[in-house]
């Protein structure tokens, strides 16, 4: 009796954890059933980069909603793209955060004639067209960063969600942003190799933070489905599950069953987004 007595209590515990938000299921109702261009419809190859305008302007013209990544220059300007580091996307090895604006304005993208926009460029061109997630990368001052990037969407009249795999993100916009709906990104920290230490790793893979955010949706890397806890989420908890990264209609009819949207890359899609 005193061993069932302490699983429950203990089952009891972990669910507290790793519950998100209840109360909001209509709300993100609006953002299910829907395929989402990762970093825009983008075709690194053929001069259409990454998180570039063109991108963009071509996830709209397909009627397909738009992931994308936002961070801040040296001088607090926010721009839209992924890597921590320029050296990859613009050939220069140096770090967004230690970059000026005017510098990366000078800056092209992927060998294309084509630059890096500001988060008020792509808010200006999608103009609610189409629903927007937006992934803030992690920074040192994370009430700085979330400020600047709250703000600039404070003025977006479109739909849009913010998502991070910083727990201390969507808390910051749990508390200050209450309006705004929040996803809490994870894939299993072990497998991927990050550079976290074993707690860390832990708690993030299995969502034990989730009592800090109480995300209202968890997008999740596919190839980690079948993770135990990613499962309590969708079939005890009712979780909203959001798919990253599809790349082929082989995976999406893999998968389509068990998450509820899609965030895709390097293939088209039959369906597009849901407009409401």
């Not at 954890?17 to 825009?40: Q, T, W």
């Not at 961070?71 to 300007?77: A, S």
């Not at 790793?201 to 968890?218: E, Q």
Request: aromatic fraction near 12%; glycine fraction near 4%; include cysteine.
């Amino acid at each position: 009796m005193g061993i069932f007595l302490l699983l429950l209590i203990l089952s009891i515990i972990y669910l507290l954890l790793v519950m998100p938000c209840l109360d909001r299921r209509k709300e993100i109702s609006d953002y299910l059933n829907c395929f989402y261009a990762h970093r825009g419809l983008h075709d690194n190859n053929n001069g259409i980069p990454e998180n570039s305008l063109v991108a963009f302007e071509k996830a709209i013209l397909y009627g397909y909603g738009i992931e994308l990544d936002v961070q801040l220059t040296k001088d607090n300007v926010a721009i839209v793209i992924h890597d921590d580091n320029l050296i990859r996307v613009c050939g220069i090895n140096k770090k967004v955060s230690e970059t000026t604006y005017d510098e990366i304005s000078k800056l092209k993208l992927l060998n294309s004639n084509i630059g890096i926009p500001k988060l008020t460029d792509v808010l200006n061109l999608v103009e609610g067209k189409v629903p927007l997630i937006v992934e803030l990368k992690t920074a040192d001052d994370i009430k700085n960063n979330c400020r600047i990037i709250a703000n600039i969407l404070d003025g977006y009249s479109g739909r849009y969600c913010v998502e991070s795999f910083n727990p201390f993100i969507m808390q910051w916009f749990k508390r200050y942003r209450k309006k705004v709906l929040r996803g809490q990104l994870s894939t299993n920290y072990f497998k991927e190799k990050v550079d976290q230490n074993f707690l860390n790793k832990f708690m993030l893979s299995h969502f034990l933070l989730n009592f800090i955010s109480r995300p209202d949706f968890i997008a999740f890397n596919i190839k980690y489905k079948n993770m135990l806890s990613l499962k309590i989420n969708k079939w005890l908890l009712n979780t909203p599950l959001f798919a990253w990264t599809v790349r082929s209609h082989e995976q999406l009819e893999e998968i389509k069953n068990f998450f509820d949207s899609f965030i895709f890359e390097q293939f088209i899609p039959k369906e597009t987004v849901n407009r409401k």
